[in-house]
Every structure is written in C-alpha cells, then in structure tokens.
C-alpha cells in the first residue's frame, strides 16, 4: 500500500506543478505582473491524512478581484488601502507619464475614487476582461488535464496492486 501511495502522491504533485506553472504563465501572458507578489503566491501542497490524498492549489487571496473585478465599497467609505496600491501600480506599469509627485497623487486618487464609486472595469463589465486573464482556473484545469491525470492515477493504481500481488505470489 505504501507504494501506492507513492505513486499517487508523486503522480499528484507533477500535476500540480505543472498546473501552478500554468496559473503563473496566464497571470504574465494577461500583463497582470507588477509586483509579482500575486506570481510568487501560486503554490500547492499536498496532504495524506489516513488513505485520504487531498491536493490543493493556493494563490493570493486578491485573485479573483484580477479575474473578476473589484466592486463598488457598499459601505460608503473610500477604501484607503487601495489608493495606495493604486499610486505603486502606476508606478510600476508605467500607466501614466507624470511630471511630479503631485500628479501622480491625483491620478491614484481619480483612479480609486472611481473604483470606490463603480467597480474595476472587470466588474462592470460583468468579469470580461481586455487583459486576458478570463478562467485562469479552468484553462488550467481543464477536462483533457484532468482525464490525462484521471488515466495516469488509474495506471498508478493499477501497476501498484498488480506489483503488489506479484510479490505475494513470489513470497508465498
């Protein structure tokens, strides 16, 4: 059983590799780097608890608002935080050639007022996107990964109990 489980783990974790990889090629492809904080994020781990595997992709917690868009704050207040990041995203993207400091102030603050008041442009426009990173998810996991992981599990599984079998009738 042991080798199984081996197999399985290892089977699994090429998977994810790979499918982190993905995760992280259509984050840049969709010009979402700035940082690469959200890039750097994209991890997965995979856990034995008993004969439960369990696999899990992780990403930052911010990447559905890339995906989706940010929506209006509903509780009337102007989210601080954002103007911030919004200043360091000008910044880094070179969106805005500003003469001096107090431009780009006034920029970020245009900027996060108008996403304070109607959303990103992803959420307006009910999650399509002009960047590219429409289904990051679903393009990595899609039905012919998941049926080629599927087979190559089934294989493992397979190859493992008949190994297993062979050595009882070799011991016995």
Same mark, same amino acid.
């Given at each position: 059983?042991?080798?199984?489980?081996?197999? $399985?783990?290892?089977?699994?974790?090429?998977?994810?590799? *790979?499918?982190?990889?993905? #995760?992280? @090629?259509? /984050?840049?492809?969709?010009?979402?780097?700035?940082?690469? !904080?959200?890039?750097?994020?994209?991890?997965?781990?995979? &856990?034995?608890?008993?004969?439960?595997?369990?696999?899990?992709? #992780?990403?930052?917690?911010?990447?559905?608002?890339?995906? %989706?868009?940010?929506?209006?704050?509903?509780?009337?207040?102007?989210?601080?935080?954002?103007?911030? &990041? $919004?200043?360091?995203?000008? =910044?880094?993207?070179? =969106?805005? +050639? %500003?003469?001096?400091?107090?431009?780009?102030?006034?920029?970020? %603050?245009?900027?996060?007022?108008? $996403? /304070? !008041?109607?959303?990103?442009? @992803?959420?307006? +426009?009910?999650?399509?996107?002009? +960047?590219?990173?429409?289904?990051? &998810?679903?393009?990595?996991?899609?039905? &012919?990964?998941?049926?080629? #992981?599927?087979?190559?599990?089934?294989? *493992?599984?397979?190859?493992? $109990?008949?190994?297993? =079998?062979?050595?009882?009738?070799?011991?016995?």
């Amino acid at each position: 059983m042991l080798i199984i489980t081996e197999n $399985i783990i290892k089977t699994m974790s090429a998977f994810n590799t *790979e499918s982190v990889a993905l #995760l992280k @090629q259509y /984050h840049v492809e969709a010009g979402q780097r700035a940082t690469g !904080k959200t890039e750097a994020a994209f991890d997965s781990d995979i &856990v034995q608890n008993g004969n439960m595997i369990s696999s899990k992709i #992780l990403g930052a917690a911010h990447i559905g608002a890339l995906e %989706y868009g940010r929506k209006p704050s509903s509780n009337g207040s102007k989210p601080g935080s954002l103007y911030d &990041v $919004i200043k360091k995203w000008i =910044v880094r993207k070179g =969106v805005f +050639n %500003y003469a001096n400091d107090k431009e780009l102030k006034g920029l970020a %603050y245009v900027i996060t007022r108008k $996403i /304070h !008041k109607k959303g990103t442009y @992803q959420f307006r +426009n009910n999650g399509t996107t002009h +960047n590219g990173f429409k289904n990051p &998810v679903s393009k990595a996991f899609n039905e &012919v990964r998941l049926n080629k #992981l599927r087979e190559q599990l089934g294989f *493992e599984l397979i190859s493992s $109990i008949g190994s297993d =079998v062979l050595k009882q009738f070799k011991t016995n």
